[in-house]
């Protein structure tokens, strides 16, 4: 059974920098679309970045430039630069996969496996 850790969250001032990571254990094919999602209370799960099976990415317009999305070769690891943070950037971070899916997505019903999530805030 295929499980997703995330660390590296954290409480942060406007515009300072936070890396979030997520290991993926339990399969060691490489066949994997990974991606980070974002959530607060009351609102829907919101993708932030995805990477497809062939390493191409897609971000969510609200943080193009800023979040930066990178993965190993085995797609076992998948990091989250985030810099330049914001108030409105603070939640509950996700990372989520699915395999065989060869272009990201930041869909999050195209995603089968989900982390536990890593709380980020960001203070004005």
């Known amino acids: 059974q295929v499980q997703l850790l995330e660390s590296g969250g954290g409480s942060v001032q406007a515009g300072g920098s936070l890396r979030l990571s997520c290991t993926r254990f339990?399969?060691?094919?490489?066949?994997?679309?990974m991606a980070w999602f974002r959530q607060t209370p009351g609102n829907q799960r919101e993708g932030v970045a995805a990477s497809g099976r062939f390493g191409s990415t897609a971000y969510a317009d609200s943080v193009k430039g800023r979040f930066t999305i990178s993965s190993d070769t085995n797609k076992r690891t998948l990091d989250l630069q985030m810099n330049n943070l914001k108030p409105e950037d603070t939640a509950t971070y996700y990372c989520?996969?699915?395999?065989?899916?060869?272009?990201?997505?930041?869909?999050?019903?195209?995603?089968?496996?989900w982390g536990q999530g890593t709380q980020v805030t960001v203070s004005s």
């Open positions: 339990g399969s060691t094919d490489t066949n994997w679309s």
């Open positions: 989520a996969a699915v395999r065989w899916k060869d272009f990201p997505s930041l869909d999050s019903s195209e995603y089968s496996n």
